[in-house]
């Protein structure tokens, strides 16, 4: 059985940085891709950035490229993602997410593509 449990969202003025924390409690080795997501108030999850922690492949979403760095510290059993230059556009709901089939290209920014989610951290950015 695998959980995630994100921690480390809070409110932020444009311009700073947050970074998010998602500790996986359960095996690990099974899990072959590796993501962050988000979901502003009424609108669809939107894929940020996904991470092969086998082989270190990342893919980000293009609105974050350049601010945002998804990282991964296997000791911890922990997924990162570093946020800078925040913008008000990043408020939303981050969550983790994973699953046991490899990151793909085309796929990775889809939420159905991930079995395992955590309950989700609120972002704002104001």
């Known amino acids: 059985h695998v959980q995630l449990v994100e921690s480390g969202g809070g409110s932020v003025q444009p311009g700073g940085s947050l970074t998010l924390s998602c500790v996986v409690n359960?095996?690990?080795?099974?899990?072959?891709?590796m993501g962050w997501f988000r979901q502003p108030t009424g609108k669809d999850y939107e894929g940020v950035a996904s991470l092969d922690p086998f082989h270190g492949a990342t893919n980000y979403a293009d609105f974050v490229k350049g601010r945002f760095t998804i990282s991964r510290d296997s000791a911890k059993k922990t997924l990162y993602l570093r946020m800078n230059s925040l913008k008000p556009e990043d408020t939303a709901m981050y969550y983790c997410?994973?699953?046991?089939?490899?990151?793909?290209?085309?796929?990775?920014?889809?939420?159905?593509?991930?079995?395992?989610w955590g309950q989700g951290t609120q972002v704002t950015v104001s």
């Open positions: 997410a994973a699953d046991r089939r490899a990151c793909s290209g085309d796929y990775w920014p889809f939420s159905w593509r991930y079995g395992y």
């Open positions: 359960g095996t690990t080795t099974s899990l072959n891709c």
